[in-house]
Structure formats: C-alpha cells, structure tokens
T-cell receptor
Framework: AQSVTQLGSHVSVSEGALVLLRCNYS??????LFWYVQYPNQGLQLLLK????ATLVKGINGFEAEFKKSETSFHLTKPSAHMSDAAEYFC??????????????WGLGTSLAVNP | EPEVTQTPSHQVTQMGQEVILRCVPI?????FYWYRQILGQKVEFLVS????????KSEIFDDQFSVERPDGSNFTLKIRSTKLEDSAMYFC???????????FGPGTRLTVL
C-alpha cells in the first residue's frame, strides 16, 4: 500500500530564508506526487505536481519540488520565504492502481511559520 | 476562475442525527471525491464517484454514508446517523479526468455533540 511521510509537523523559518519541507513516500509503482497548501480557513490548493517527465517541478508562489526515485522523496523548497507562505502544507501520492480513479493518499501535513 | 464550493462551512449536530454535506464541483468535471480530516490526523479518502456511481470507497465509508449527485450540479455526502467520531473537516474535490488534478472545496467542519 502507498503511504506518505512528512518529516516535521512544524517548521519555522525567518523571512527570506530557505524553505525546505520534507516528504517521503512508499509506492510499488511509479507514483503521481502532489503538494497542496492550506491557508487558514481556506481549502486545499494545489502547489505543484509530478506525474512523468522532468523530475524538478515548479509550482505557484515560487515553490518547487524534485522527485528523487532513489530516495523515494519529493521535498518542497522555496529559496526565500515570505510572510504570506505561512500555511499548512500537505504532500500526497496518487494511487494509480485503482483503475478508473485516483484517490489521494496524504501525509500528516507540515505547518510552516515565517518569522519577521 | 472556477472553484469547488461547499455548504455549510460549519455544521453542528447531535449524535444520531442525519446530516447532508453539499458540494458544487467545477462544472465540466466528471470525477468527484469526498475526503475527511479528523483534527490532528491525516486527510483520508472516503469515496470517489464517476458516471453516477461510486467507483471506489474506503473502509470508513460504511453503510452510514451515502453520496448522490441529485441534479447534475450538486454532489452530496449524507451521514445517516452521526457518531461522535464523525466529527471532522469534510472536503469535496473534483477533477476533469481520472488522472487530472483534483480541485478542493474549502471544507465543511462537522461537529457531532
């Protein structure tokens, strides 16, 4: 069965510092991988996704993630944090064995705080 | 930009009562999903729906749960007899195709007393 582990339930960075949110997955088949962000009192918004092709994926708001098959990782990075990046970040993997639909399997989430 | 909407944003109910959570998916999407997140836990898949029928459901989605697309625009989740442990944030999502991005609504926070 597929699973997702996000290391660090809370991450705190200074404004302008590098953001690194870790995600590792387990899958017996090539996965689709996603990062979603949830701002306070809002829904889940897609930041970026990896399906096939280039392993470095760029998303919205300056975020990017790299799919590393050998490490089974899909870490999320942003070179310079902004106060508006404070939110909950979720890594998810798509179950591609399910045939006609692709349920998402989620990590526990990482709460990112950005300090002035 | 089209978005998924959900109503109500917060629902409080007594244990044993029936609740219906409503979702309006993006209009040209064909795949619909419900997920839930119990406070402090992972987001969990409940059910997926395509072509007017359930395509997959999780172990959580027992006989107390049902989904319906009554009028071609709404997608509802009904919990027949709520339990305390049903208290959670419920998210609706939709996608155009099975492999396409799932777009999520803002969620309904269900509190069962």
């Amino acid at each position: 069965a597929q699973s997702v582990t996000q290391l660090g339930s809370h991450v705190s960075v200074s404004e302008g510092a590098l953001v690194l949110l870790r995600c590792n997955y387990s899958s017996s088949v090539p996965p689709y991988l996603f990062w979603y962000v949830q701002y306070p009192n809002q829904g889940l918004q897609l930041l970026l996704k990896y399906t096939t092709g280039a392993t470095l994926v760029k998303g919205i708001n300056g975020f990017e993630a790299e799919f590393k098959k050998s490490e089974t990782s899909f870490h999320l990075t942003k070179p310079s944090a902004h106060m508006s990046d404070a939110a909950e970040y979720f890594c998810a993997v798509s179950d591609i064995q399910a045939g006609n639909n692709r349920k998402l399997i989620w990590g526990l989430g990482t709460s990112l705080a950005v300090n002035p | 930009e089209p978005e998924v909407t959900q109503t109500p944003s917060h629902q409080v109910t007594q244990m044993g009562q029936e609740v219906i959570l409503r979702c309006v998916p993006i209009s040209n999407h064909l795949y619909f999903y419900w997920y839930r997140q119990i406070l402090g836990q992972k987001v969990e898949f409940l059910v997926s729906f395509y072509n007017n029928e359930i395509s997959e459901k999780s172990e959580i989605f027992d006989d107390q749960f049902s989904v319906e697309r009554p009028d071609g625009s709404n997608f509802t989740l009904k919990i027949r007899s709520t339990k305390l442990e049903d208290s959670a944030m419920y998210f609706c999502a939709s996608s155009r195709g099975s492999a396409d991005t799932q777009y999520f609504g803002p969620g309904t926070r269900l509190t069962v007393l």
